[in-house]
């Protein structure tokens, strides 16, 4: 009995931690399974776009880069399933604790309920009994006898069903204790796959990687020339950038004009009302003075009455210094209303946090210089986000703004430029567009279709950002899937 007093307090402690440790465990559950669905979902996109590049008659980088992205998402899903598999086993030595525990308790409610019996047996007659109540000294005391009777009784049958309470909630463990260990099978066998799995990926790279080596100089050529092309795209997009800036501060030196010719006009109207009343004025002083001087009947020796003095004219208001002209700054030129200033701000405020202008997919590309990790002289460098997703699928815009430009790009498809304050977002390389110059357009809202790529056999779009006429690293705007 003792023991068990000891007990209780420990008991209470864990009944109070357990929801919060079971609330964390089930949380990092419920991550580690969102994790894994949008792992499974990576790995999904990339075997279907290397399913597409495989119909290529020849090698390529994309059917290079898709294999490393297949082995990346593997490897990926491979470290989810052991961290799955670490929660099982702490399931699994949770449980086996927990039966050790309920079969300890279960061995002393049945000792306790035997000596209970035992005690019962002997003291089964009634007259035993009804001698222990009437030997009592007092009244008092046989009423507290008779008490501990019914109490001995309704203890007896408490351990009984505690008995009974313990063997099924023992039943209970020992059936989840085998589940996880089933489970833990099942989730031993899926690593085992996948590794398999992993491994027939990496040789089929190295096949791939084989291949291309032998054609790097024509590789190195082409991608030479690629970045030829990608500088005419460049200029282009700053050519528009340019007009867009241009445009914008014609208007507000326009703006700025017509509030000088206003501000001129009206210092003019303030002038001429001042002349005027300086003119009435004068001739109201005169007019005094002629009619004293007719009123006037004293001698002719008498001194005239002086002129009176007419009122002090007003002095006029010093002329505005001359404000030097300065070129507008090209921030103000581009937020010229508290709207599209708080557009900016907006755009800004959504760095890191921009979904991406595909549905589905993944990135192919990165921003900056990427050097080939399996071929140390293929170089890329990219001005965007470049992005990968089925044939003809869907591309989107990043944010909301104004569709400021679609022009072609010689050789490769459609460029669509959205306005977002001060900043630009360019849609380089679709097949067609769905919107128009001028259109403001919303998160989301679909801008044209992704142009198929040769190489990679997918629908590809580039995404570049721009604040005024600086490129922006695109890396650090998009969200990680």
């Not at 050519?239 to 009206?266: D, G, H, Y």
Request: glycine share 4%; with cysteine.
């Amino acid at each position: 009995m003792m023991q068990l007093k000891k007990f209780i307090p420990v008991f209470l402690l864990a009944l109070i931690l357990a929801p919060g440790l079971l609330h964390a465990q089930n949380q990092s559950r419920e991550e580690l399974e969102q994790r894994k669905r949008e792992i499974q979902k990576e790995l999904d996109d990339t075997q279907n776009m290397l399913k597409e590049t495989k119909k290529s008659s020849r090698e390529n980088l994309g059917q290079l880069r898709a294999l490393r992205n297949k082995i990346e998402a593997r490897a990926k899903l491979i470290r989810n399933i052991n961290e799955e598999l670490n929660f099982i086993n702490g399931d699994i030595n949770t449980a086996l604790r927990d039966v050790k525990t309920l079969q300890r308790d279960l061995d002393t409610l049945k000792e306790q309920y035997a000596q209970l019996i035992v005690s019962a047996y002997k003291n089964r007659s009634s007259y035993a009994l009804l001698n222990f109540v009437f030997s009592a000294k007092s009244f008092n005391d046989a009423v507290k006898r008779y008490k501990y009777l019914q109490q001995y009784r309704e203890f007896r049958r408490r351990q009984a069903d505690n008995i009974i309470e313990t063997q099924e909630q023992l039943r209970i463990k020992v059936k989840n204790l085998q589940d996880q260990r089933e489970k833990r099978s099942v989730t031993l066998t899926a690593e085992q796959k996948q590794r398999e799995s992993l491994e027939k990926d990496r040789k089929e790279k190295d096949e791939v990687l084989s291949k291309l080596k032998g054609r790097e100089k024509e590789l190195v050529a082409d991608i030479a020339q690629k970045q030829k092309d990608q500088k005419k795209v460049q200029d282009l997009i700053r050519a528009v950038i340019r007009k867009e800036i241009e445009a914008a501060r014609r208007k507000a030196e326009a703006e700025e004009l017509a509030r000088r010719k206003a501000a001129e006009a009206e210092k003019k109207r303030k002038e001429e009302e001042r002349q005027r009343a300086l003119a009435a004025a004068r001739e109201a002083a005169k007019a005094a003075a002629a009619n004293n001087a007719a009123n006037n009947n004293t001698a002719a020796n008498t001194p005239a009455p002086a002129t009176p003095t007419p009122p002090p004219a007003p002095k006029p208001e010093p002329p505005a210094a001359a404000t030097p002209e300065k070129p507008a700054r090209v921030y103000n030129v581009l937020e010229a209303t508290p709207e599209i200033a708080a557009l900016s701000d907006n755009f800004e405020a959504n760095k890191g946090k921009l979904p991406w202008p595909v549905e589905s997919g993944s990135i192919i590309g990165r921003f900056g210089i990427q050097r080939n990790p399996d071929i140390s002289r293929i170089t890329e460098e990219n001005d965007g986000m470049i992005f990968a997703t089925r044939k003809g699928g869907s591309v989107r815009a990043v944010f909301k703004g104004e569709v400021r430009s679609v022009f072609a790009i010689p050789g490769g498809g459609v460029c669509i430029t959205i306005r977002h304050g001060q900043y630009f977002t360019n849609y380089v390389g679709l097949s067609n567009f769905s919107v128009k110059s001028g259109q403001v357009v919303n998160t989301g809202q679909v801008i044209g279709t992704a142009r198929t790529n040769d190489e990679e056999s997918a629908g590809v779009v580039e995404v570049q950002i721009y604040k005024v006429d600086k490129l922006q690293n695109a890396n650090s705007w998009f969200k990680e899937r």
